[in-house]
């Protein structure tokens, strides 16, 4: 195995300041300090290309209006339910773990953006991880997060995998992750024997977050065709964002093209109201009404389930109401039950 991938000198290489990437593009970059900005050179070469108001600026270049300070720190209450930093137990048969802060990319919708800082690994926190997990039998699954999980090197991805194949309960592992789009390199062979040398004892799910069809360049659809292990299953999640996919047609587009690369839509999210980024927010009324309209023009295994994460930790429940597209002030819960949002969170 290569001590440093192709992948690895790309993360390594890319622009993490703005006078740089700007002189490259040759277009003027706002000035920000607030959050930190990260775009891979093959990613400015491709939003060079597209240029400044494309809805692939839009989703990485830093925006005047990230200094507004209306929305939530952490909008979708995570730290309620943490159990170290590491592990997220929100539901009951699945976990959430975060191995990495370190993200291919930064996006600037990002929920974790106030949280996120790209350097810790936590790596402390593992056996308190692997311990709370080994104590839970009613968790089956394990959901890699982040950060992007795919930034770590084959080696400790190896390691965890290792380490979780000891705890019986656990059968599937899932991996969320921008890295297919963003930095396609990254799924070599090495990294699909990797995943088939655990295929008798996991299942695996890669489910790449992606937002726009302009995001693949033919990089990452041959990437993505061909990273194909044994027992492995393509979904995808998208987030909703005003001014880039808040729209039928677009949408259509996307799921219809994921499908061509057997990638099965899996989420539609919500955009959560995070501070920085509230200029990707839109309601949940004309949300609701761009995905009914979705509904007449794709068949159900292209439709992904559009999803919003309750503010405080109640969890991510459908957004969809059969009944009304206007928000009726109350979400019910995963348990059914109607929840009463403070103040601050009440604008949905
Ligand atoms: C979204 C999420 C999951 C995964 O939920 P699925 O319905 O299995 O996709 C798990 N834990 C947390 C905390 C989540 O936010
Ligand atoms: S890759 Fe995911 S976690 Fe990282 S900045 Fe983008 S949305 Fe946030």
Request: aromatic letters at 10%; glycine letters at 4%.
């Amino acid at each position: 195995m290569n001590s440093h991938a192709e992948w690895q000198s790309e993360l390594a290489q890319a622009f993490r300041s703005s006078h740089e990437l700007q002189s490259y593009l040759g277009w003027e970059l706002p000035e920000l300090s607030k959050y930190p900005l990260l775009v891979p050179q093959k990613l400015a070469a491709h939003l060079k290309q597209l240029g400044p108001t494309s809805p692939l600026a839009k989703q990485f270049l830093p925006n005047e209006r990230e200094l507004d300070d209306d929305g939530l720190v952490d909008p979708i209450g995570d730290q309620v339910h943490a159990q170290s930093k590491q592990l997220i137990h929100r539901y009951h048969n699945r976990a959430l773990l975060i191995p990495t802060t370190v993200c291919p990319v930064n996006c600037r919708y990002c929920f974790r953006k106030n949280e996120l800082t790209g350097s810790e690994v936590f790596a402390q926190d593992q056996s308190m991880t692997l311990n709370y997990l080994a104590a839970h039998p009613e968790i089956e699954e394990v959901i890699f997060t982040g950060g992007d999980p795919l930034v770590l090197s084959d080696e400790k991805l190896s390691h965890w995998l290792a380490k979780l194949a000891t705890i019986d309960h656990i059968r599937f592992i899932r991996f969320h992750s921008r890295v297919p789009v963003i930095l396609p390199s990254r799924l070599t062979d090495d990294f699909k024997s990797v995943l088939e040398s655990f295929a008798e004892r996991f299942k695996f799910l890669m489910v790449v977050h992606t937002n726009h069809v302009s995001e693949w360049t033919p990089e990452a659809v041959e990437s993505v065709k061909k990273f194909t292990p044994r027992g492995l299953t393509w979904l995808s999640q998208s987030v909703l964002l005003k001014d880039i996919n808040d729209d039928q047609q677009e949408l259509c587009k996307l799921f219809r093209f994921l499908a061509s690369l057997n990638v099965r839509p899996y989420y539609l999210h919500h955009p959560d109201q995070v501070r920085g980024g509230m200029h990707f927010w839109l309601s949940l009324k004309e949300g609701r009404k761009i995905w009914a309209t979705l509904r007449d023009r794709l068949p159900g295994w292209m439709l992904p389930e559009y999803v919003i994460d309750i503010p405080q930790g109640h969890g991510k429940v459908q957004a969809f109401n059969p009944e009304s597209l206007d928000f009726s002030g109350t979400l019910l819960s995963r348990k059914g039950l109607p929840v009463t949002l403070s103040d601050e969170a009440t604008r949905l």
